[in-house]
């Protein structure tokens, strides 16, 4: 995969690139990460913040605790990050656009994981589409997020162009390609 790690907002104009290895990749299941993404758990890539670039807008805070604050996309709400120091910035992995290439270091919080979760993987399957007329449905549906790539035409928010930077991902460092 390439070396680049970029993700953003669903609606595209929060973009983010990084640009120096990740800290370490966390889930983490307390009750305060499962209300700020609206899912189960919280699962966040950390990064110095010298090795972020924002591009476009950049994420609206919500102080969520005396400790930290939690950054979303200003137009479409989507959850991106939770910042507790001005070094380090942790952004929601399912905002990368390749998320599969991330994986955990380790868990926070497990004893208040979700009872669900442990059983999610082998519950009953279902199809997407299950009958001719919800497939045709689904298979005429429009997505309106952004891809998972970066724009044609980037919006620099820093005017700093770092496209001759030499970027590095965890990855690389530790040899896993997954
Ligand atoms: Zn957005």
Redesign the pocket.
């Known amino acids: 995969m390439s070396a680049r790690l970029t993700g ?7 973009r983010f690139r990084i640009k120096g290895p990740l800290i370490k990749v966390v889930a983490c299941h307390c009750r305060m990460c499962q209300k700020a993404t609206g899912g189960l758990f919280g699962a966040y890539a950390a990064v110095a913040s010298e090795h972020l670039d924002w591009i476009g807008e950049r994420p609206t805070r919500f102080r969520s605790s005396s400790a930290a604050e939690r950054g979303f ?1 200003p ?4 959850p991106l990050t939770f910042e507790w120091s001005p070094e380090r910035c942790a952004i929601a992995l399912g905002a990368f656009d390749t998320p599969e290439a991330l994986s955990f270091d380790h868990a926070l919080e497990v004893a208040n994981a979700h009872p669900g979760l442990a059983s999610l993987l082998s519950l009953p399957e279902k199809p997407l589409a299950d009958t001719p007329e919800a497939a045709r449905a689904y298979g005429a549906l429009q997505n309106f997020q952004h891809p998972d790539k970066e724009p044609d035409d980037e919006r620099r928010g820093d005017g700093h162009d770092d496209r001759q930077d030499k970027s590095q991902n965890k990855s690389q460092e530790t040899g896993r390609t997954q």
């Open positions: 953003g907002c669903q609606c595209g104009a929060v996309c137009r479409c709400g989507t």
